[in-house]
């Protein structure tokens, strides 16, 4: 017989309605304060609140702030190419979930 390797995975479940703080969403992305505050400057996620200290950050920013480091560590994208890349990415991502409704099965 053939020898499988098994790869584990890692990973944080988020439920859709949980607001993170900065200090989750840090630890959840593995990312510094200092990133997440340039990926908000960018329009990369959008916080509620006014202040870094009272800022929620909603579920899909988990992604997006995902989707954005692997853009930028992969690929070597700026944090503006990145920021457009994202959007583009959910927008194919919505376009492709509303063809689907479309198709025959």
């Known amino acids: 017989m053939s020898e499988q390797k ?3 995975i890692r990973g944080t479940i988020v439920e859709a309605e949980t607001a993170l703080s900065l200090g989750e969403l840090c630890r959840v ?3 510094s304060a200092e990133e997440v505050i340039h990926l908000v400057e ?3 996620i ?9 800022w929620r950050f909603e579920a899909v920013c988990v992604r997006r702030v995902s989707r954005a480091q692997r853009l ?3 690929l070597g ?3 503006a190419g990145a920021a457009l890349a994202v959007e583009l990415l959910e927008e194919l991502d919505r376009l492709r979930t ?3 409704r479309y198709e025959p099965r």
């Open 98 to 100: 509303r063809l689907r």
């Open 46 to 54: 959008e916080p509620l609140g006014r202040e870094p200290r009272a």
């Open 72 to 74: 930028r560590r992969d």
């Open 77 to 79: 994208v700026n944090l």
């Open 6 to 8: 098994l790869t584990a």
């Open 42 to 44: 960018e329009g990369v």
């Open 29 to 31: 992305c593995a990312v």
